[in-house]
C-alpha cells in the first residue's frame, strides 16, 4: 500500500519561494508517474505537474510553467515541487499522488488516473 506525505508547506511573500516534498516512508516511486495537484478554498482540485514513470517527461499546467519544477530524486524515494515566483492566486492546499500508469513516458495529468494521494500541505503566498 503506498501511503503518501507531503511536507514544506507553509506561508510566504509574494516572489518568494518553497520547496515541497513527497515521500513513501522510504519506499521507492519506481513504476509510478508522480504528479501534483492543488486545491484552493471554494474551487475544484486542479492540476499543477507530472512526471513520468521514466523521469523522462514532465508537464505543467500553464499557470506554473516557468515557476514551478517537479524531479525526484536519485533514489527515487522523494518526489519534489519547487515553486519560485509564487503569487497569492499559488495559495491552496497541494497534494502529490502516484499513478501506475500504463505509460512509461507519458506524465499522467488527470486526477482520475492516480491510484494514491497524499493528506496535502497547505500553502499560502502573502501579497
Known amino acids: 500500500q503506498v501511503q503518501l506525505a507531503e511536507s514544506g508547506g507553509g506561508l510566504v511573500q509574494a516572489g518568494g519561494s518553497l520547496r515541497l516534498s513527497c515521500a513513501d516512508s522510504?519506499?521507492?516511486?519506481?513504476?509510478?508517474?508522480m504528479g501534483w495537484f492543488r486545491q484552493a478554498p471554494g474551487k475544484e482540485r486542479e492540476f499543477v505537474a507530472a512526471?513520468?514513470?521514466?523521469?523522462?517527461?514532465?508537464t505543467y499546467a500553464d499557470s506554473v510553467k516557468g515557476r514551478f519544477a517537479i524531479f525526484v530524486d536519485n533514489a527515487k524515494v522523494t518526489v519534489y515541487l519547487h515553486m519560485s515566483s509564487l503569487k497569492p492566486e499559488d495559495t491552496a492546499v497541494y497534494y502529490c499522488a502516484a499513478s501506475a500508469a500504463v505509460s512509461v513516458i507519458a506524465p499522467v495529468t488527470r486526477a482520475n488516473e492516480y491510484d494514491y494521494w497524499g493528506q496535502g500541505t497547505q500553502v499560502t503566498v502573502s501579497s
Open positions: 522510504g519506499r521507492t516511486f519506481v513504476g509510478y508517474g
Open positions: 512526471i513520468s514513470r521514466s523521469g523522462s517527461r514532465t
